[in-house]
């Protein structure tokens, strides 16, 4: 497989070096270009196409909002992986909005930003758990499921119980509700996160949503 072509645009050379450190420690990553603005950042991308951009949010002459609008608009297969030390949902928000597939916090450890470029570039999104369901549907529309997503399927109880984990109930008020034992609800969360491949809370709500088995 070939390796997924990286671009860092962020203002602290203090972080980008740490950041490029972690990077050139995985095979799977090569970075082809390294900016210290928005505006850098576009002027490389008419010589070297990256498949991912992790983007600062906050930087002088064009910021991450701006930017990232000028690459969706302009360079619809690049994904932009969000940087920020704000956990705010106004920041998110915003930034999801102006085409960014993923958002990621800048004190994040080294392994949760490895998956989370990997994810962003096989999947197209990434959020992490910390992001309440209320956000993710704000976050992401109801649209047609990916190839992989299509072959998947859920019988009636087990969409029965991802329905009521997007809701955010507990194992025990799950299976209070649908008169299971606890450890059987288990098994169906358990069997959910294996059939959809997702990792956590916000994964199991993204394919809900993109399903069409919730609302948003």
């Known amino acids: 497989m070939k390796p997924i072509n990286l671009a860092i645009a962020d203002d602290h050379k203090i972080f980008r070096n740490g950041l490029k450190a972690t990077l050139e420690d995985c095979a799977d990553f090569n970075l082809v270009i390294e900016a210290s603005n928005g505006k850098e950042l ?3 991308l008419a010589t070297r196409t990256p498949d991912v951009i992790l983007m600062d949010i906050k930087m002088p002459e064009m910021d991450g909002m701006q930017t990232t609008a000028h690459i969706h608009q302009n360079f ?3 994904k932009v992986l969000a940087l920020s030390m704000h956990n705010e949902d106004k920041y998110i928000v915003d930034m999801m909005k102006a085409g960014a597939s993923g958002y990621l916090l800048k004190n994040a450890e080294p392994e949760e930003i490895i998956e989370a470029i990997s994810t962003v570039y096989n ?3 990434y959020f992490n758990e910390h992001l309440s369901v209320t956000l993710i549907k704000q ?3 109801p649209g047609q499921a990916d190839a ?3 072959s998947i399927e859920l019988n009636d109880r087990e969409i029965e119980v991802l329905k009521l984990v997007c809701q955010e109930y507990s194992n025990q008020e799950i299976a209070d509700k ?4 606890v450890r059987t609800v288990e098994g169906y969360r358990a069997r959910l996160f294996e059939k959809t491949g997702s990792k956590n809370l916000v994964g199991l709500v ?3 949503i993109k399903r069409g088995i919730i609302s948003v």
């Open 42 to 44: 576009i002027g490389q």
């Open 139 to 141: 976050l992401v529309g």
């Open 123 to 125: 999947k197209g999104f």
């Open 206 to 208: 993204i394919f809900a």
């Open 76 to 78: 619809k297969d690049i």
């Open 148 to 150: 992989g997503q299509q």
């Open 178 to 181: 649908i008169f299971l034992s």
